[in-house]
Structure formats: structure tokens, C-alpha cells
Nanobody, 126 residues
Framework: QVQLAESGGGSVQAGASLRLSCEVS????????MAWFRQAPGKARDWIAT????????NVADSVKGRFTISGDNAKNAVYLQMDSLKPDDTAVYYC???????????????????WGQGTQVTVSS
């Protein structure tokens, strides 16, 4: 079964860095963009960043811009999230998502994505 598999989460101190990875496993999947979202306990799922393959563009939410960097490998159907200067407010489950429909889309909206990973926990302590 084709799925997205995240890795790289963990528990760190404030100010530390983590790198999350997400790859398609279990088969082939044609994607047109991949993204990261996060969800803290009791809160909505928030968009963090997206990479789209067609124009090789990246977009990052203002809330994490300057600290988080998204990158991807279209050939591998993989996306990465480098997280620096982590804060306790970054504590959340981080989800990888993929869009399999071609064309432009509202990349910040979770409903635009067709496949989701199971999530990886990131905990930042002060």
C-alpha cells in the first residue's frame, strides 16, 4: 500500500534543531507537491510549508519563516523540513502531505492534499 512515511521527530531543548523527512513508500505515487502541517494538542492543523515540483517553488508560513526550511527531491518523492531555533510553541505532531492532482492549488489549505502520513511527534522543552 502506498503511503507517506515521516521520520526525524523527537524531544529536544529549546534552541535545538531537527530535520524531518518524508518519503513515499510501498509503491509509486505521482505527486505535484508535498507539504508539512502540524497540529498541537487541542488546536487545528496548521500549514507549515509546501514545495511544488512544476515550478520548483517553496512557500513557508510566516509563523516559522526564518527558522524552518523546506526542501524536496522530486525524483525520490521526498520532502524535508529543517527546523532550527526550535521553541516550545513548536511542539506538535508534524504531518507530511502530498498532492496528486496537477495544476495550481491553494497550498496552505489541508483539503488540497490527497495523501497524508501518520505524523511524527516533535516536543520542545524550555
Amino acid at each position: 500500500q502506498v503511503q507517506l512515511a515521516e521520520s526525524g521527530g523527537g524531544s529536544v531543548q529549546a534552541g535545538a534543531s531537527l530535520r524531518l523527512s518524508c518519503e513515499v513508500s510501498g509503491g509509486t505515487l505521482k505527486t505535484f507537491g508535498m507539504a508539512w502541517f502540524r497540529q498541537a494538542p487541542g488546536k487545528a492543523r496548521d500549514w507549515i510549508a509546501t514545495v511544488t515540483w512544476g515550478r520548483s517553488t517553496t512557500n513557508v508560513a510566516d509563523s516559522v519563516k526564518g527558522r524552518f526550511t523546506i526542501s524536496g527531491d522530486n525524483a525520490k518523492n521526498a520532502v524535508y523540513l529543517q527546523m532550527d531555533s526550535l521553541k516550545p510553541d513548536d511542539t506538535a505532531v508534524y504531518y507530511c502531505a502530498a498532492r496528486i492532482v496537477p495544476g495550481g492549488f491553494d497550498f496552505w489549505r489541508s483539503g488540497m492534499y490527497d495523501r497524508w502520513g501518520q505524523g511524527t511527534q516533535v516536543t520542545v522543552s524550555s
